[in-house]
């Protein structure tokens, strides 16, 4: 019998990777976060925890648009070390990035959990700060994360931050230099791409980042992690048949009604050959191409946003073929983009 797991993925980086402004999806999780505070302060016996809440997010609302508070201790534990060693992950450079300047890195694939880009750039586990000294990442998401108590503190701990402009630009603007914020960019459309063997990004009509990039003067640098689409199998069923039938309607509703991306996957068990949840201990190399100077350009016309954005794909696909034989591919794997 088969089994399968849904998961809901919001279109988090598309703010940033397409031509629209930045849109905030903030609202959702605002609310169930208002209703389940209110039902705190009125309705139970720990009212005061939920009113202390309320009074230390309105003091220190703006710390997680700013660069939040990180700490070397929460990026440095142990437990990172057995997450990075289960797979494992590697961190690879290619080219030193100089602190004198800042860096928009564009990550791909998102693969289904995106652990290549967490374990390297939101912990210590593959050693970032002895790779690029001097150099502060931060990995971007999606921005509701940081409406929830203690899971808020615990981002901000290890460098993550919300994917919106006002904090973008901040980082990569209004702060001083070294800093390098790291954007899944296909998001979660790429997750329904994601499958073992495959090597797709969504990427032809994501020009945002690259927009970001000369409004800020932010270099940008092409990074790919070579088998984050190995840690999951996703199922997309035969077209035909009633399963495929009620897959797409699914993920039309979700996606057309809630900006929701549905994924259907299934990994391993607590055993090798055992069905389950686990992802694959297949091995991740995130290779960090060479950073692509970028002018400051503060209102950059469509022609210049699609020069650089050009200049960037060729990028990307000369690391992803520089690499993929050493990293698993074959010779005859193509980057393809869509």
């Known amino acids: 019998m088969m089994f399968w797991c849904m998961s809901f993925w919001i279109q988090e980086f598309r703010c940033v990777c397409t031509k629209k402004v930045f849109v905030n999806f903030e609202h959702c999780s605002g609310l169930t976060s208002t209703i389940l505070i209110t039902y705190g302060l ?3 016996k720990f009212w005061i925890l939920s009113v202390l809440v309320l009074a230390w997010h309105a003091y220190d609302w703006n710390t997680y648009q700013e660069g939040g508070r990180r700490s070397a201790w929460v990026r440095n534990w142990t437990l990172w070390k057995y997450f990075q060693k289960y797979f494992p992950v590697k961190l690879v450079k290619t080219h030193d990035l100089s602190p004198k300047h ?3 890195i564009a990550n791909h694939p998102h693969g289904i959990f995106s652990f290549g880009a967490f374990i390297n750039f939101a912990t210590e586990a593959t050693g970032f700060d002895r790779i690029f000294p001097n150099i502060t990442p931060y990995l971007g998401t999606i921005r509701w994360f940081f409406w929830f108590p203690i899971l808020r503190d615990y981002m901000m701990s290890v460098g993550v931050c919300p994917v919106s402009e006002t904090t973008l630009k901040y980082l990569l603007s209004q702060k ?4 390098a914020v790291v954007v899944v960019v ?3 459309a790429e997750a329904l791409l994601c499958h073992p063997g495959a090597s797709t990004v969504f990427l032809k009509h994501r020009k945002g980042f690259v927009k970001l990039a000369l409004q800020t003067g932010a270099h940008l640098v092409p990074t790919y992690s070579f088998g984050e689409n ?3 199998n996703q199922e997309t069923f035969p077209e035909g048949t009633w399963k495929r039938f009620f897959q797409k309607k699914f993920q039309e509703i ?4 809630l900006r929701l991306y549905l994924c259907t996957f299934h990994g391993r068990g607590l055993t090798r050959e055992s069905w389950g949840f686990l992802p694959f201990n297949h091995p991740i190399t995130t290779v960090v191409g060479e950073p692509l100077p ?3 350009i503060q209102n950059p016309d469509k022609e210049t946003v699609d020069k650089y954005h050009t200049l960037y794909i060729n990028a990307l696909c000369k690391l992803f073929d520089e690499y993929k ?3 698993g591919l074959p010779q005859t794997q193509k980057l393809t983009i869509i």
């Open 230 to 232: 190995e840690t999951y």
């Open 176 to 179: 001083h230099t070294s800093n």
């Open 325 to 327: 034989i050493q990293y």
């Open 102 to 104: 800042n860096y928009l």
């Open 254 to 257: 979700f996606k057309k009604h």
């Open 42 to 44: 009125v309705c139970t």
């Open 186 to 188: 296909g998001g979660g």
């Open 294 to 296: 970028i002018p400051m």
